[in-house]
């Protein structure tokens, strides 16, 4: 059963916090995961969710179907988070009024994690998702790789222009073009998705961009944790 949720798209400004510019209308809608679902695919179905939520909203939501898109991954979400967790986050924040709703501040931190997804949101294939940590008691993180296409785009010209050569110093060239050409690199984004177990089914509690992980070792034998190393360039942002 759903219950029927309404949101507000609000401002900035604490006195408006509340005060809509948009109804946006949306149910808690079940993902169609089984109880009990393991937090992969748990993940998995929030990035769906969060890939459509900005798919849709990115033009405006004046559109009716992309409206309906937009209720209806806001509806995924709020079935797929820990909405207990996250309000009392917020609550304890201080950021917000100390009575906000649950919806509402739900549906707050959806939209934030949405945003910050936003510039890779065209570039991430939930499938290629994996455990990053096994599940240890009532707590686990999914992490997953996202690109924006046309800094990859980008990023495939320069190359092609350059010497096909390796070291530092073709390195450093390859860095010098991409910034001129507005890229930081790397340009792929480490995506982290936090999942905590209660009442018996897992739940996303938060989203966080990381420096992007090296793809996992086929060869190496399997521990149920990743302990890969970033490259030290990568690590120093150099």
């Not at 948009?22 to 929030?46: C, I, K, M, W, Y």
Request: aromatic share 2%; with cysteine.
């Amino acid at each position: 059963m759903s219950a029927g949720l309404g949101i507000l798209i609000v401002g900035c400004e604490d006195k408006r916090r509340h005060q809509p510019t948009q109804q946006v209308n949306f149910s808690a809608t079940q993902p169609g995961l089984p109880a009990g679902a393991a937090p992969l695919d748990v993940a998995r179905e929030a990035l769906k969710a969060m890939i459509q939520m900005q798919q849709a909203r990115r033009d405006g939501l004046g559109a009716e179907d992309r409206l309906h898109a937009y209720e209806q991954a806001v509806g995924r979400l709020h079935a797929l988070v820990a909405r207990d967790q996250i309000h009392k986050e917020i609550v304890e924040s201080k950021a917000y009024p100390a009575d906000i709703e649950e919806t509402t501040a739900v549906t707050l931190m959806i939209e934030s994690w949405t945003s910050m997804l936003a510039h890779y949101v065209d570039g991430i294939d939930p499938s290629t998702a994996r455990v990053k940590s096994t599940p240890s008691g009532n707590v686990a993180t999914v992490y997953v790789q996202g690109v924006n296409p046309g800094d990859a785009e980008k990023l495939r010209a320069i190359r092609a222009r350059l010497p096909s050569e390796t070291g530092v110093e073709s390195d450093k060239r390859l860095r010098s073009e991409a910034v001129k050409q507005g890229l930081n690199l790397p340009i792929e984004a480490g995506i982290e998705l936090r999942l905590t177990r209660g009442k018996g089914d897992w739940r996303v509690s938060d989203v966080k961009l990381i420096l992007p992980l090296p793809p996992p070792t086929a060869a190496a034998p399997s521990t149920g944790v990743e302990t890969t190393l970033l490259p030290t360039s990568a690590a120093s942002g150099t």
